[in-house]
């Protein structure tokens, strides 16, 4: 047992100054004020002419023409057409280009969802389809069908029954 209490005071000792020795050895940093701190050392290394402007050689670009598929859609993506505010374009509407999945008839109020929008009689909206804007207006919403407006033309849409 004194071999053991020996072994343990021998043992505190040591620590006691190796604790005291290592305190001695850190050199002490002397406290500057902010604005004496000095600029990080690669920018004290760099030459002058590289801390100028940098020009770019060959600069990147990313175009995209009309009638490629838009890379950031997910694969097997379809857009369909969608409502526009303006613009106009001169041609035939295709009537494959709209699709009636709901009609309501109340009495005077006639509503009814075209390409996933609500309409109502009388309501004007621009379809792109393509590259093309087309500007169409609801004519009359009857039971079964929507007739819709461009000009003198007239387009008959039925109700996409599944």
Do not use: C
């Not at 613009?87 to 390409?115: C, K, M, R, Y």
């Not at 929008?117 to 009857?142: C, D, P």
């Amino acid at each position: 047992m004194n071999k053991f209490l020996a072994l343990i005071s021998v043992l505190m000792l040591a620590a006691s100054i190796l604790r005291g020795a290592d305190e001695k050895s850190a050199p002490v940093a002397p406290k500057t004020k902010p604005a004496e701190e000095t600029a990080p050392a690669d920018a004290k290394n760099k030459p002058a002419e590289e801390s100028a402007s940098t020009t770019v050689k060959n600069k990147s670009s990313f175009n995209v023409d009309a009638a490629s598929r838009n890379p950031f859609w997910p694969i097997g993506f379809r857009p369909k057409g969608h409502i526009a505010a303006a613009g106009d374009a001169q041609g035939e509407v295709p009537a494959g280009a709209f699709l009636v999945s709901t009609i309501t008839v109340d009495g005077t109020t006639h509503f009814a969802i075209i390409n996933g929008k609500s309409m109502s009689e009388g309501q004007q909206f621009g379809l792109q389809v393509g590259t093309q804007v087309y500007q169409v207006f609801v004519k009359r919403i009857e039971d079964g069908r929507v007739i819709l407006g461009r000009g003198e033309e007239e387009i008959v849409v039925p109700l996409h029954r599944k």
